[in-house]
């Protein structure tokens, strides 16, 4: 049954193992679920890797960016700076608190950078939300030389804590906000996210308003020792982090240093796929070894194709390659149009970088097709497949999208070399070893596919 299943790639799977399940299975057993023992745990380990006083566990990046405005008393009135190319939970966290997000443009690194921001600082800037692109670090020092007084709350969404020494994301602002969603860089198993900062008031001010505002945590109510009283303080949220996540957490935490391995192996086969191709632009980075490769986003050259992205992005959705789209600019989209008065137009390079990038799949928690499936397909891929790579199809040529006479993608009995790509040198094909020495996509060429899927779009998540 397995093995008639047809091999996709889907964009993102989280590279959950036998570690993440036992703790969580642990967790269910032990009686305790929510907030406690293993969410500060995971608080701990977190601020010691990145080296700062306060790691508050949330069960969002949004709640950590929302209780980090709140915490600085950003609200009515207030301007924040957020750079137009992100995730609306920039956004839409100034609005909770009835600030107004200034949209800004970004640099060619999809970055906010001095000269897209000084132009829109006024007397009202009170923040500022530098965005983490893709793993990229935004340079936060020459921004904060000119909003001095404003404070900085990094969007590490797309970041895993750097380590103490390096001081990079999580250390660039005045709080930062990680993300434990699905596709990010570790999950919680789904939903979570940490608010880290060495500002003990924001800590204090967090720590309260993370469960609605009273005056000590469940853990503390419920636990050894713990007492029955509690105090509302404040209309707070409900944002704290359960165990069960958290214990999931800590597992993917002590491997954050090999998953972004895995991801640099991924980025750098793109890259030598890529390098030659007039087709497509590799991702912008400075120093390769400090990109946390959260995502891998390509650049058409569209002047040299004749379709569009949308063409490409269902070609190779055909082909049973999932893909998603960072970001649609937040000027685009009709809240706040409708809300702030922007429009198309308004932002050049975020639109332009918006049409032409496609971010790839780099899951590198699908394995090998199932133990049971007989017939591993990675050695029969094309690079013609994507239509896209460098060496022999790096000539540009007009319609390198879907041209009549061109095949259908995989679909049904006919499976012969579609539905896969090719991310290994032309002569290191092999067969997909049954057991690979490390789960990944060192070792393995062929898509994941979703169970009880036969052909059609790869599974997505949320695709963020
Ligand atoms: C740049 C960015 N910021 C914030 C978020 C929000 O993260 P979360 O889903 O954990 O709230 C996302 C999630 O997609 C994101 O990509």
Redesign the pocket.
């Known amino acids: 049954m397995t093995s008639q299943l047809p091999e996709q790639i889907p964009f993102h799977r989280p590279a959950i193992g036998e570690g993440e399940i036992d703790a969580a299975v642990k967790v269910l057993r032990s009686g305790w679920l929510t907030t406690g023992r293993k969410a500060h745990e995971l608080e701990a380990a977190f601020a010691e890797r990145l080296g700062v006083r306060h790691a508050l566990a949330v069960n969002?990046?949004?709640?950590a960016?929302h209780l980090a405005l709140e915490g600085f008393g950003i609200g009515s009135g207030d301007e924040v700076a957020v750079p137009t190319y992100?995730?609306t939970?920039?956004g839409e966290v100034c609005a909770y608190l009835g600030a107004r997000p200034v949209l800004t443009d970004v640099g060619d690194d999809y970055l906010l950078g001095p000269p897209q921001l000084e132009p829109i600082l006024t007397s009202a800037t009170r923040g500022v939300l530098p965005?983490h692109?893709a793993g990229l670090e935004v340079e936060t020092a020459p921004l904060r030389e000119l909003a001095p007084d404003a404070r900085f709350v990094e969007?590490a969404?797309?970041t895993v804590p750097s380590i103490a020494e390096r001081a990079g994301a999580g250390r660039l602002g005045d709080a930062a906000?990680f993300?434990?969603?699905a596709?990010?860089t570790m999950t919680t198993g789904g939903?979570?996210?940490m608010l880290t900062t060495d500002d003990d008031d924001l800590a204090a001010r967090a720590k309260l308003m993370r469960l609605h505002g009273i005056s000590a945590d469940a853990w503390n109510r419920y636990g050894a020792g713990g007492s029955w009283a509690y105090e509302v303080a404040e209309a707070g949220f409900k944002y704290n982090l359960t165990d069960l996540a958290a214990a999931i957490g800590l597992v993917q935490f002590s491997r954050i240093d090999d998953l972004a391995g895995q991801r640099h192996a991924i980025a750098a086969r793109y890259d030598e796929r890529f390098r030659d191709s007039a087709l497509v632009q590799l991702p912008p980075r400075r120093d390769p070894a400090d990109h946390g490769w959260h995502l891998y986003v390509i650049r058409l050259e569209l002047e040299s194709l004749d379709v569009d992205r949308a063409a490409v992005i269902d070609r190779l959705a055909k082909a049973g390659i999932g893909t998603s789209v960072?970001?649609i600019p937040l000027h685009l989209h009709s809240y706040y149009q409708r809300r702030y008065g922007y429009k198309p137009g308004d932002f050049p390079v975020a639109e332009r970088l918006f049409e032409r990038s496609i971010s790839l799949p780099r899951s590198i928690g699908w394995r090998a097709r199932s133990s049971r499936s007989s017939t591993p397909r990675a050695t029969r891929c094309r690079s013609s497949d994507a239509g896209l790579a460098g060496g022999d199809q790096a000539q540009p040529r007009r319609g390198a999208g879907p041209r009549r006479g061109d095949r259908p993608a995989a679909r049904g009995s006919d499976r012969r070399g579609r539905g896969c790509t090719r991310l290994h040198r032309p002569g290191h094909l092999r067969r997909t070893p049954r057991r690979p020495r490390r789960p990944g996509i060192h070792d393995v060429e062929v898509p994941l596919h979703g169970p009880g899927r036969r052909g059609g779009r790869p599974r997505r998540h949320?695709g963020?």
């Open positions: 969002s990046a949004t709640a960016l992100t995730f939970a920039c965005v692109f969007d969404a797309h906000a993300s434990f969603y596709t990010k939903e979570g996210g960072h970001f949320r963020l």
